[in-house]
């Protein structure tokens, strides 16, 4: 049982538009959230998180939004740039410091 | 620092033959330490985590092993590789102040033929 669902493999943005991710999570217990980037042959890296108190974290050309109601987290990149083309993963704890569990990612390409 | 490395970075190995991929990091002494693996097309699957010396947690039955010999080392093993095993490995640590922002290796590479 997938407890992080990410509904969309892949996403296509023009350069400059604004880029939407979303994950979904069932475990009502999960109270902090991360995003990771991936690019080809590399580790993940962390991009941005949240935890339950906030409904909106941001930096720079990033937002994260959660919904803890719909069980919805979002990620917003704008301006989106070609660099920014790579896989995304949202992750799920039920505490800071705890485990985290990994939706399936989208891969989003920026095109120029 | 925290850095991670794995090694080999890509191997091809051939069904039925044993598998080591090792993973070593540095910074802060015990740290929590995982092996994730993304099959093609798929998601990171925790593997194994491990919360010091000798200490193993297997999240998924399969025919893979770790072990962790020394504090800052991380060993994925198995014995007679098969076609699923194919996938991008990677080894992960936890933050040093305690936060499970996860710092990841560059990976291992291993297809399997």
């Known amino acids: 049982d997938q407890q992080v669902k990410q509904n969309s493999p892949s996403l296509s943005v023009q350069e400059g538009r604004i880029s939407i991710l979303n994950c979904d999570y069932t475990?009502?217990?999960?109270?902090?959230f991360l995003w990771y980037k991936k690019y080809p042959a590399e580790g993940p890296t962390f991009l941005i998180s949240?935890?339950?108190?906030?409904d909106k974290n941001e930096d720079g050309r990033f937002t994260v939004f959660l919904n803890k109601s719909a069980k919805h987290l979002s990620l917003h990149i704008v301006p989106s740039q070609p660099g920014d083309s790579a896989v995304y993963f949202c992750?799920?704890?039920?505490?800071?410091?705890?485990?985290?569990?990994f939706g399936g990612g989208t891969r989003l390409m920026v095109k120029p | 620092s925290q850095t991670i490395h794995q090694w080999p970075a890509t191997l091809v190995q051939p069904v039925g033959s044993p598998l080591s991929l090792e993973c070593t990091v540095e910074?802060?002494?015990?740290?929590?330490l995982y092996w994730y693996r993304q099959a093609a097309g798929r998601g990171l699957q925790l593997l194994f985590y491990?919360?010091?010396?000798?200490?193993i947690s297997s999240e998924v039955p399969q025919n893979l092993s770790a072990s962790r010999p020394q504090d800052r080392q991380f060993i994925l093993s198995s014995k007679k590789l098969l076609l699923s095993d194919s996938g991008f490995y990677l080894c992960?640590?936890?933050?040093?102040?305690?936060?499970?922002?996860?710092?990841f290796g560059a990976g291992s590479r291993l297809t399997v033929l």
């Open positions: 491990s919360v010091g010396i000798g200490q």
């Open positions: 475990n009502s217990m999960f109270d902090y």
């Open positions: 992750a799920a704890s039920v505490a800071a410091g705890n485990m985290l569990t």
């Open positions: 949240i935890s339950s108190i906030k």
């Open positions: 992960a640590r936890e933050g040093a102040d305690g936060a499970n922002v996860l710092t």
């Open positions: 910074g802060t002494s015990n740290p929590n």
